[in-house]
């Protein structure tokens, strides 16, 4: 991921860390990106802790993940659209995952400004503008929380 993103995104400096303890300096990030990593930890607050500790005073942070409390009905549709073989995989992703009201608690305890967070169709208002997506990720918006913060 990290070759694909930097042919991709050929100005931006990438590197790869433990979330929990990242190779970084305080205060030197200008935007921290962290999409479906959350579910991977027992506890969000350390990784949130980490991100604010390296991010400059008044860059933000924008999270976004699998949400424990997403709507049955929308977590049905989902495994009936997936491959059988990788249906449990996410279903034990989906319950790692946090609520999103652990999420906000977790930021606000950290200190953050400016906290938002929100099933992830209400962070998207262009959808209908983009190019159809063959994989209809669309239909998976209501699986997921969208979370932004800034340091202070």
Do not use: W
């Amino acid at each position: 991921m990290i070759r694909h993103s930097t042919q991709t995104y050929g100005n931006v400096r990438f590197i790869q860390g433990d979330a929990q303890a990242l190779p970084l300096q305080s205060d030197s990030i200008d935007l921290i990106v962290s999409l479906n990593a959350l579910h991977h930890f027992t506890s969000q607050n350390t990784p949130i802790r980490e991100f604010l500790r390296v991010l400059k005073p008044g860059a933000f942070a924008y999270l976004g993940d699998l949400r424990r409390d997403a709507p049955e009905t929308e977590v049905s549709a989902k495994l009936n659209r997936m491959h059988p073989e990788i249906r449990e995989d996410f279903l034990r992703s989906l319950d790692s995952a946090f609520e999103s009201g652990e999420v906000m608690e977790a930021v606000q305890l950290a200190g953050a400004f400016e906290c938002a967070v929100r099933p992830a169709g209400r962070f998207i208002h262009h959808l209908d503008r983009v190019p159809a997506d063959p994989l209809h990720h669309e239909l998976d918006l209501s699986l997921s929380f969208r979370a932004t913060f800034r340091k202070p």
